[in-house]
Structures are given as structure tokens and as C-alpha cells.
């Protein structure tokens, strides 16, 4: 799926996510926020010029955040990305306030929404997580100009074939019909199991 259908996901079928961003002592703090808009650039969110959350943004603008949906944790579906955000101002507010009316609610009147200022995130990578199927599902996806840098085991040519890394995954994921085996990466779940048994260091943790 490319990433602008990925971004319209988590902007309306997930829309509350968990933000990380860093103080000004680099330590983590995370907070709650909803994704208003999405197109083919990116992400939009807003907030209020009086929180920390801005002063962070502002210091150091480059967040991660990641969002979920499902009834449990065997029907879940999640997107975690990673980017950089950029001020854009009161830019797209009308058009905020008209796709999420609840906002009103909250910013009941014109004078009070001066104080909130939008933010775009602009650039980023992601993934796509889906516990739902069975193998599980995921995908990398990038937008803004950003690579991927995501980590993924790869079997190389150490390999001798003996197949105890498909035995031992947990998807079945690993496909031996070649002379050695082969992982297919959309069903992986990353758990490292056939990095640790294979008995000739012939699997790697690769980075894209």
C-alpha cells in the first residue's frame, strides 16, 4: 500500500496516537494527541503555543509516534512512524475544525483558537504492523524524501541449509525450498529466533 493510504489510515482510522519527543535535558516524554488532516505530504496536527509540547516541538522537531486499533490485541493493527515536523502556522485550521468538530468544543470561540498553531509532519518512515492475519503482516513505507531505516534478519550465504531456523520461527516465515533458506520479511515478526539457532551465525540483523 503506498504511504499516503498508510498516513489517511492513521489519520482517520486511528486518528489518537502516542507522540515522543525530547526535553530540552533529551529525555523522552510522551503525550496523547489526535492527527487532524493527512494528504500525499504528510501528517497534520495542532496544538496550543502555551504548552511544553510546543516548546518541544520548536527545540527539537523530530518525532516518533505511533497509533493503534483492534478489539484486542489479536485483532490489532498499528503504525509507528518517524519524522520531522515543521510550524505551518494557523494554516488549514478552518479546514481542522471543519473534518473534526469536536475541536469545537474545546475552542468554542475565534479569539480562543488563536492560540493554537498547526504543526505538518513533513517527512518520515514508518511501518505497518497487522496482528490481525495470520502470518502477520508488515511493511515499511517512507514519504518527503526520507529512507527507511528499519532492522530485518537476513540469512546469507553461510547457510548449509539445514532448516533449523524454519523449524523454530513462530510465522513460518522462512522458506527452505532454495539451497538455503530465505525469510520473507512482510511476515516476519522480528523475535531474532533464527539469528539464535542457527548454528553458523548465518542470519544477520541488517538495517535498509
Known amino acids: 500500500m503506498s504511504a499516503e493510504k498508510y498516513l489517511q489510515m492513521m489519520q482517520q482510522d486511528i486518528h489518537t496516537v502516542i507522540f515522543a519527543t525530547t526535553d530540552e535535558n ?21 496544538t496550543a503555543k502555551g504548552k511544553a509540547f510546543y516548546e518541544r516541538l520548536k527545540n527539537q522537531p523530530f ?3 505511533t497509533g493503534m486499533k ?25 479546514e481542522i475544525f471543519e473534518k473534526n468538530p469536536y475541536m ?17 509532519i ?21 514519504f518527503g524524501g526520507m529512507g527507511n531505516h528499519a532492522s530485518y534478519f537476513f540469512v546469507t550465504d ?3 541449509g539445514c532448516n533449523l ?9 522462512i522458506d527452505i525450498s532454495a539451497c538455503h533458506a ?3 520479511q512482510e511476515h516476519c515478526l522480528h523475535c531474532g529466533k533464527c539469528k539464535e539457532i542457527c548454528p553458523l551465525q548465518a542470519v544477520e540483523r541488517r538495517t535498509l
Do not use: W
Not at 488563536?114 to 505538518?120: N, P, S
Not at 511501518?127 to 502470518?135: Q, V
Open 26 to 46: 533529551h529525555f523522552p516524554v510522551t503525550c496523547v494527541i489526535d492527527i487532524m488532516l493527512s494528504d500525499k505530504d504528510g501528517l497534520y496536527f495542532l
Open 182 to 184: 530465505k525469510i520473507k
Open 158 to 160: 553461510k547457510c548449509n
Open 104 to 120: 469545537e468544543v474545546i475552542y468554542p470561540n475565534r479569539e480562543s483558537r488563536t492560540a493554537l498553531t498547526v504543526f505538518q
Open 70 to 94: 483492534g478489539a484486542d490485541t489479536l485483532s490489532s493493527k498499528s503504525i509507528t512512524l518517524r519524522g520531522e515536523v515543521r510550524e505551518i502556522g494557523q494554516q488549514r485550521l478552518s
Open 63 to 65: 518525532i516518533s509516534i
Open 122 to 142: 513533513y517527512k518520515g518512515s514508518g511501518e505497518f504492523f497487522d496482528l490481525s492475519r495470520k502470518p502477520i503482516f508488515r511493511e515499511q513505507f517512507s
Open 165 to 173: 531456523c524454519a523449524n523454530s520461527c513462530p510465522q513460518n516465515c
